[in-house]
């Protein structure tokens, strides 16, 4: 992710794998050092999944492995300091785990992904406005056809998705080839499987002409282990 401007306008959105988030204003990270500085406290059974950056107005979306995803406002998610953990975004059940966040920004659908290769996207509209912290609604009925939910993105029907197999095998395919369809289904297939694998990621191919900063006069890099770094422009 590369920023420019840190500034109050802006916020980092944290969100890791037991659904935690937190909200720290961009200016907190203005003067790094060599070693690095700590940007939150995370237990040792969780792990973070994602980080992008917010202007104080967005909607976020959670899903999870389970299929299940909620949508607040960023507003219910107060700032905080660096060295702290967070608020409960969503609730969990079991051994469920959050899998991807959306940060609302462009007027488009959401498509979610399963590791058995179906796929859907559903207007934003079918994800009503809920309180952070609650365990949610239905994204993706997941049944043993569909497998685990794997990914969570907010899609145009002119962007193409990259996606990626557990035993290396990589697909290019344009988002308005998925069907837009009802939030509580299991979707379509998108890719064919072999006997034994399984779709493990997603990537939005970001376009040239997309903007990848955050205006401004300093310039730094904030890295997320494992996440593509193409589809962090904003």
Same mark, same amino acid.
């Given at each position: 992710?590369?920023?420019?401007?840190?500034?109050?306008?802006?916020? *980092? +959105?944290?969100?890791?794998?037991?659904?935690?988030?937190?909200?720290?204003? *961009?200016?907190?990270?203005?003067?790094? #050092?060599?070693?690095? @500085?700590?940007?939150?406290?995370?237990?040792?059974?969780? %792990? /973070?999944?994602?980080?992008?950056?917010?202007?104080?107005?967005?909607?976020?979306?959670?899903?999870?492995?389970?299929?299940?995803?909620?949508?607040?406002?960023?507003?219910?998610? #107060?700032?905080?300091? $660096?060295?702290?953990?967070?608020? #409960?975004?969503?609730?969990?059940?079991?051994?469920?785990? &959050?899998?991807?966040?959306?940060?609302?920004? %462009?007027?488009?659908? /959401?498509?979610?992904?399963?590791? #058995?290769? +179906?796929?859907? =996207?559903?207007?934003?509209?079918?994800? $009503? /406005?809920?309180? =952070?912290?609650?365990?949610?609604?239905?994204? *993706?009925?997941?049944?043993?056809?569909?497998?685990?939910?794997?990914? *969570?993105?907010?899609?145009?029907?002119?962007?193409?998705?990259? /996606? &990626?197999?557990?035993?290396?095998?990589? @697909?290019?395919?344009?988002?308005?080839?998925?069907?837009?369809?009802?939030?509580?289904?299991?979707?379509?297939?998108?890719?064919?499987?072999?006997?034994?694998?399984?779709?493990?990621?997603?990537?939005? &191919?970001? $376009?040239?002409?997309?903007?990848?900063?955050?205006?401004?006069?300093?310039?730094?890099?904030?890295?997320?282990?494992?996440?593509?770094?193409?589809?962090?422009?904003?």
């Amino acid at each position: 992710m590369t920023v420019r401007d840190f500034g109050d306008q802006h916020s *980092l +959105l944290f969100a890791t794998a037991n659904g935690i988030v937190k909200k720290t204003v *961009l200016s907190a990270f203005g003067n790094p #050092r060599s070693s690095g @500085i700590r940007a939150i406290n995370i237990e040792d059974s969780d %792990r /973070l999944i994602d980080v992008q950056v917010t202007d104080g107005t967005n909607d976020i979306v959670l899903a999870t492995r389970s299929g299940m995803s909620i949508r607040f406002s960023e507003k219910d998610a #107060r700032e905080m300091g $660096r060295a702290t953990s967070g608020v #409960r975004g969503v609730q969990l059940e079991g051994d469920d785990r &959050v899998i991807g966040m959306v940060v609302i920004r %462009r007027d488009a659908t /959401l498509l979610v992904v399963s590791e #058995r290769g +179906l796929g859907k =996207r559903s207007e934003l509209s079918d994800y $009503r /406005l809920q309180k =952070r912290g609650g365990k949610g609604i239905i994204t *993706l009925r997941r049944t043993e056809k569909t497998g685990a939910v794997v990914a *969570l993105k907010e899609v145009l029907p002119k962007d193409e998705l990259m /996606l &990626v197999t557990r035993h290396g095998v990589i @697909i290019r395919l344009p988002v308005e080839g998925i069907r837009v369809i009802g939030r509580n289904t299991q979707g379509v297939k998108i890719m064919n499987l072999d006997a034994g694998d399984a779709v493990v990621d997603v990537a939005r &191919v970001v $376009r040239e002409d997309e903007a990848d900063v955050v205006e401004g006069s300093t310039e730094a890099q904030v890295v997320v282990p494992g996440r593509n770094q193409r589809e962090m422009g904003i």
